[in-house]
């Protein structure tokens, strides 16, 4: 019998909730940050959604929110025409880099000394983070604003996407190395270094490229509009959610659908695996980020799956398990709400 999908919702933003990402697995896990449309970025822990501090300090949406690969900095790009950089530890604002339009995307280099944005004044910056005195370097050849700017090949070149059009840049010389045009918006761009596949969303079509060469791998319909999709660690699956509510789940090497489902109460804007692909999380229209297992039934973070006694014939069936909380407390959990929900996130610094 298939065991039912039970998502972790994880609540506090009052806003649509439009970015999202995973830093790398450090020694104390992995974490999430979330970006959205009331201007307070949140930090999670990556497993469990569980909120640990919000960034205070922009004063307008929250378009785009990264962290770097040990989980120290957060970046953010925002409709107050500012990126700020952040200590991810204590929630210190660090840096605050002024722009002439809103600020849609940021993106690290892998050792974090340099910061990539990109907005609506079709310009890409590169901004040394231990010079802040220095002027960042600009990149201009966009012809509409940008909304996704990604390093790519160890820092060497870079992905970023405008209305229907993706580029890719020579970091060294500044120049475009080649460029990708569609006959509809995109909306939503993955990088995977192992591999080097670029993810690409526009319309109902889910497109795989060669990040090098820009070349095409692969594409697949979905049976509505996608607005953001993410591929596996191990390039084994894809998740793609967007307008029609729904999480769609395919096998990368043959395109069949394996699992569809409803969770959220408002179009998905952001999907991404977890670092070690045990799960991935969602962010909606509705205000919330929801946490989904990879394999439905295994014992991992908040899910703990509870075998029946071998004699007495009951079939297997996923729990939400809580440290130290008893049976009885996680059968009245579960029959009050089937889903876990975290209570709202107060307004603090983390």
């Known amino acids: 019998m298939a ?138 050849g966009h012809t509409s604003g940008i909304k996704k700017a990604l390093w790519c090949s160890e820092d060497k070149q870079i992905l970023s996407a405008d209305d229907k059009t993706v580029r890719l840049w020579d970091h060294a010389t500044m120049t475009e190395v080649k460029s990708l045009n569609f006959n509809m918006s995109v909306s939503s761009m993955e990088y995977i270094p192992e591999g080097e596949i670029l993810v690409i969303t526009y319309g109902r079509s889910i497109a795989f490229h060669s990040a090098v060469s820009l070349d095409p791998i692969k594409s697949f319909e979905a049976p509505a509009t996608i607005n953001s999709a993410s591929l596996h660690p191990e390039k084994e699956f894809l998740v793609a959610g967007g307008e029609d509510f729904k999480l769609y789940k395919y096998d990368y090497n043959s395109g069949e659908e394996l699992e569809s489902y409803k969770g959220h109460f ?46 007495s014939g009951e079939l297997a069936k996923p729990k939400i398990g809580f440290p130290e909380t008893t049976e009885e407390e996680i059968e009245e959990i579960a029959s009050e709400n089937s889903d876990c929900i975290y209570p709202s996130a107060p307004d603090v610094k983390a």
């Open 266 to 311: 408002g179009p998905i804007h952001c999907v991404r695996f977890s670092p070690d692909g045990e799960l991935y999380a969602s962010g909606s229209e509705d205000g919330t980020l929801r946490l989904w297992q990879t394999v439905v039934g295994k014992t991992y973070g908040l899910w703990k799956c509870v075998l029946p006694e071998e004699d």
């Open 3 to 140: 065991m039912r999908q039970t998502p972790l919702t994880c609540s506090g933003h009052t806003r649509p909730v439009v970015d999202l990402a995973f830093s790398g697995i450090t020694p104390y896990g992995y974490f999430l940050i979330s970006a959205c449309k009331d201007g307070k970025p949140m930090l999670r822990q990556g497993d469990t959604g569980d909120w640990i501090g919000t960034f205070l300090g922009h004063k307008g949406a929250v378009w785009g929110a990264t962290l770097n690969k040990d989980a120290t900095k957060a970046a953010t790009a925002a409709a107050d025409f500012t990126a700020k950089v952040w200590d991810a530890v204590s929630g210190d604002e660090l840096r605050t880099l002024a722009h002439k339009h809103i600020v849609k995307t940021v993106d690290f280099t892998q050792d974090s000394n340099y910061l990539l944005t990109g907005g609506q004044d079709k310009l890409l910056r590169i901004y040394d983070l231990n010079k802040p005195e220095a002027e960042p370097k600009e990149i201009s």
